[in-house]
């Protein structure tokens, strides 16, 4: 291709110089550090202290999206059953509050969890909520988002919203990629 | 002496007994074997799963609790599917389709099949005995964490499967787990 101003050239030079760096501005996402305590009581320090090589964090901002969490869980416990360094956590995020709204949503919690053995991987979090989906490069709270994180808070793989057919098998391949 | 004599002569029985003592497995492929073994058909302290399924018509395994909770032909179906899975994969063979969704590996059981699931089940973990048997050391090292999480996994599941027997009066304790 002929260029026939030196206008254009310019004009295509800033343009292939802003994406450039635009490109090598965009840092990979890494889970920040976050202490909290699961429904059973066991204090736990995300990322560095997950049970699995690998995990997979199910992170909601709404009871109401309980639903869309739940849809996850079968191919979660699948992936367990072939990588046994894989384990999933259920993530519901609030914000900041006193201890009394802590202790009062955590006990709800519990008592819509029934089965005890999955409290153990429920890790209910009280932190600044916009602050934190902006370090995970969340752009809003409509939707549930799934995360593939190693122990260093590595972000492998994500999605959002319910499973589908196609979200199932991306993970299966990132999963098994890892393993 | 002759204090030790009679000792020593007194000793002899402990001796030979302790010679007849099954031994403990000292090797890799001993352990695995050993668990393997222990969740399919030779009895430790808890039931193996042999024992388990067995002695049951199709209408009994398909019997569940309710409450979401599995029947005794989904728990069997679950453990054939995952253990003939990992079986297919350390044998470096085909996987069997499968959906990605864990559900579908207790759902799928079909009660008509109950006795053909028995079968198979026994036969997956008498191929996985085989396949630890003659694998070579250096792919035994490679998939012993995997192997010995297999049968922790079938221990987990022949506890739900001897609990929900029991829910259901459906259970010799005379068979163990009194």
């Known amino acids: ?179 | 002496m002759k204090r030790l004599a009679v000792l020593l002569l007194a000793a002899l029985p402990l001796a030979a007994g302790a010679q007849n003592q099954p031994k403990d497995p000292t090797t890799l492929r001993g352990v695995l074997l050993d668990e393997l073994r222990s969740t399919h058909n030779k009895a430790e302290w808890f039931v193996p799963v042999n024992t388990a399924v067995s002695g049951l018509t199709a209408e009994q395994a398909a019997w569940s609790p309710g409450q979401g909770n599995h029947s005794v032909g989904q728990l069997a179906y679950h453990l054939w599917f995952w253990d003939e899975q990992s079986l297919l994969k350390f044998k470096g063979e085909k996987a069997m389709p499968f959906s990605g969704n864990n559900d579908d590996t207790f759902n799928n059981f079909n009660p008509a099949q109950w006795d053909e699931l028995v079968k198979k089940l026994d036969a997956t973990m008498t191929e996985w005995e085989k396949a630890v048997e003659s694998a070579d050391d250096a792919k035994l090292a490679a998939n012993a964490a995997t192997i010995t999480r297999i049968s922790t996994h079938n221990a987990y599941h022949i506890g739900e499967i001897l609990y929900v027997r029991k829910l259901h009066g459906m259970w010799d304790p005379n068979k163990g787990v009194k």
Not at chain 1, 139 to 165: C, E, F, I, M
């Open chain 1, 1 to 179: 291709m002929r260029l026939r101003t030196p206008w254009f050239a310019l004009l295509l030079a800033v343009g292939v110089l802003t994406f450039g760096r635009a490109a090598q501005n965009q840092k990979p996402v890494t889970f920040p550090t976050i202490t909290s305590y699961a429904l059973d009581k066991q204090k736990i320090t995300l990322p560095g202290e997950m049970e699995g090589e690998i995990d997979l964090l199910i992170i909601s901002f709404e009871p109401e999206q309980q639903n869309d969490v739940n849809s996850w869980l079968p191919v979660a416990q699948a992936i367990q059953h072939t990588n046994f360094r894989f384990r999933y956590y259920e993530l519901p995020v609030n914000g900041k509050e006193n201890f009394v709204f802590r202790w009062w949503e955590t006990s709800s919690m519990r008592s819509d969890e029934t089965d005890p053995v999955m409290w153990h991987w429920i890790v209910p979090l009280f932190v600044d909520r916009q602050q934190f989906r902006k370090q995970l490069d969340i752009p809003n709270a409509k939707q549930v988002v799934a995360l593939l994180v190693d122990r260093q808070g590595h972000v492998l793989w994500r999605a959002s919203g319910v499973l589908t057919q196609d979200k199932r098998t991306s993970l299966l391949a990132a999963a098994a990629a890892q393993h």
